[in-house]
């Protein structure tokens, strides 16, 4: 049974960091790209970045380049998101979802973790 | 960034009944190869997204067939036959054509 399980998550201070993981399990992880999709309260699907299967390729939306580092280490079956000089509007559940290889959507999803930033 | 706009954003349905949703692209989703990267996902209250439709009208793995989807390069439509009391939630499309990917606003489904 494929399984995200994402944690880190928490209040922080606006201009603080805090970095996400996503433990996988049921499936390789190494042959699957990963992603990051956010969603603020009582909003939609935002998202966020992807990363390619072996870490070398990653994208991310404008708003968090520069502040935000996806990456992965397949030998743990676990990613990451580095969330650096986090801002108010950062605000939501991080939820991580595996990039699909015959359907190309986001076929799985973790639970979510909550990220509040607030001082 | 390619805009996916949906509608309506609440539809109230019968038990039993049908509904369809729409979601139209700013941008031809149709790839160099050949696939239409327009994809349909459910969120139900308190829970995660969960993928419905891939590649514009294939079902994803457990989706019942009630729901089925069809369109063009930027018009697609999200149709819910026989509406039961586990379809409740939000429907968002979303692509995968390019960066960033991007979702619709979503559409939440109630029943009547």
């Known amino acids: 049974e494929v399984q995200l399980v994402e944690s880190g998550g928490g209040l922080v201070q606006p201009g603080r960091s805090l970095k996400l993981s996503c433990a996988a399990s049921?499936?390789?992880?190494?042959?699957?790209?990963m992603a990051w999709v956010c969603q603020a309260p009582t909003k939609g699907l935002e998202w966020v970045a992807s990363?390619?299967?072996?870490?070398?390729?990653?994208y991310y939306r404008d708003s968090v380049k520069g502040r935000f580092t996806i990456s992965r280490d397949n030998a743990k079956n676990t990613l990451y998101l580095q969330m650096d000089s986090l801002r108010s509007e950062d605000t939501a559940t991080y939820y991580c979802?595996?990039?699909?290889?015959?359907?190309?959507?986001?076929?799985?999803w973790g639970q979510g973790v909550m990220v509040t930033v607030s001082s | 960034d390619i805009v996916l706009t949906q509608a309506p954003l609440s539809v109230s349905v019968t038990p039993g009944e049908s509904a369809s949703i729409s979601c139209r692209s700013s941008?031809?989703?149709?790839?160099?190869?050949?696939?239409?990267?327009l994809y349909w996902y459910l969120q139900r209250p308190g829970k995660s997204p969960q993928l419905l439709i891939y590649?514009?009208?294939n079902l994803a793995s457990g989706v019942p067939d009630r729901f089925s989807s069809s369109g063009s390069e930027t018009d697609f439509t999200l149709k819910i036959s026989k509406v039961e009391t586990e379809d409740v939630g939000v429907y968002y499309c979303?692509?995968?054509?390019?960066?960033?990917?991007?979702f619709g606003a979503g559409t939440k489904l109630e029943l009547k």
């Open positions: 979802a595996r990039g699909g290889r015959g359907t190309g959507g986001h076929d799985y």
């Open positions: 049921g499936f390789t992880f190494s042959n699957y790209g």
């Open positions: 990363i390619s299967t072996g870490g070398g390729n990653t």
């Open positions: 941008k031809s989703l149709l790839s160099s190869k050949g696939i239409t990267s």
């Open positions: 590649q514009m009208s």
């Open positions: 979303g692509h995968r054509l390019e960066y960033p990917n991007t």
